[in-house]
């Protein structure tokens, strides 16, 4: 049986290989429209995401995630 992995952890894998993501990386990607509730759920399974609003050059806004690295959680 052929498992295709959830958007959760095609998520996690892409954050582990170094990337970070927006909600539009996301939906083009792994097609998830709620990037948000994947990094809420992957923060409570004790992932340390960190978050940085970053303005794009329409002027809005936007959250992008990045894995913390060790030196960062000590």
Do not use: C, W
């Amino acid at each position: 049986m052929n498992r295709r992995k959830s958007q959760r952890m095609q998520i996690l894998d892409y954050l582990q290989e170094g990337n970070a993501i927006t909600a539009i990386d996301a939906l083009s990607i792994f097609g998830a429209f709620r990037l948000a509730t994947r990094i809420h759920e992957l923060r409570q399974l004790g992932h340390k995401i960190k978050t940085e609003l970053v303005t794009v050059p329409s002027g809005a806004t936007i959250a992008r995630y990045t894995l913390e690295s060790d030196d960062e959680v000590a």
